[in-house]
């Protein structure tokens, strides 16, 4: 499960992880990779299913998609650690800062996503 602190919504925490999923099996992008191995390789020999409905998966997409439109920076930041499944660290690397930034960040794209989703 996802874990970014007890300040984060964990009901958006546990959509985006289940959206993720949605995402990996088959519903969403293959994300430029020719197969799922990649994706497998991380969470063992096969993927949860997603408890998640497709409709509800299409909103958290939009939201999602939303938030990488309104701020890039965010976006990446959110869409690396909770689909591609990077540490603090290396998407610390990947951007040129600090990974104890990463954590105030992911805060912000989430809390994003939730105000979208209440719309």
Not at 34 to 58: E, K, N, W
Not at 90 to 104: F, K, M, T, V, Y
């Amino acid at each position: 499960a996802l874990s970014l602190g007890v300040r984060m919504d964990n009901d958006i925490l546990y959509l985006l992880e289940q959206w993720a999923r949605w995402r990996w099996i088959g519903h969403g992008a293959a994300r430029g990779f020719p197969s799922m191995t990649t994706f497998r390789q991380q969470l063992g020999s096969s993927v949860p299913s997603p408890q998640i409905s497709d409709h509800l998966a299409c909103a958290v997409d939009h939201a999602v998609a939303q938030v990488c439109q309104e701020n890039e920076r965010l976006g990446r930041v959110l869409c690396w650690y909770v689909l591609d499944r990077k540490s603090y660290r290396a998407i610390g690397r990947e951007l040129g800062i600090s990974h104890s930034s990463i954590g105030p960040m992911l805060r912000a794209a989430v809390g994003a996503v939730g105000e979208v989703l209440e719309g």
